[in-house]
């Protein structure tokens, strides 16, 4: 994606509130059953990490990445913002 279909998102993802919590104890298999169910609904999420690690909180969105094969689309203080399109797309991302 390019730098204005993030911005794009990055604006969608402005007014949406937290729908996964992280607690400090990291990444269980349950969370990442929870963030996919939620990309698979939502498409776009925000994740509230609870650590006070910042090398751990940019960690720990590198690997939901990976591992939900979705994009980073913004990380700031202890939120993350992730998008995954889905086969039935609810938010058309502007193509330029």
């Known amino acids: 994606m390019n730098s204005k279909q993030i911005s794009y998102l990055r604006g969608l993802a ?3 509130n937290p729908v996964v919590m992280i607690s400090n104890k990291g990444l ?3 969370v990442m059953k929870e963030i996919n169910v939620n990309l698979d609904a939502h498409e776009l ?3 509230k990490v609870m650590s006070d690690d910042r090398a751990l909180r940019s960690q720990m969105l590198v690997d939901i990445c990976q591992q939900t094969n ?3 689309v ?3 203080g202890k939120q993350l913002v992730v998008y995954r399109a889905s086969t039935k797309p609810k938010i058309v991302v502007p193509q330029k």
């Open 74 to 76: 913004h990380q700031i």
């Open 70 to 72: 979705a994009l980073a």
């Open 45 to 47: 999420i925000k994740i």
């Open 14 to 16: 402005h007014n949406l």
């Open 28 to 30: 269980s298999d349950a």
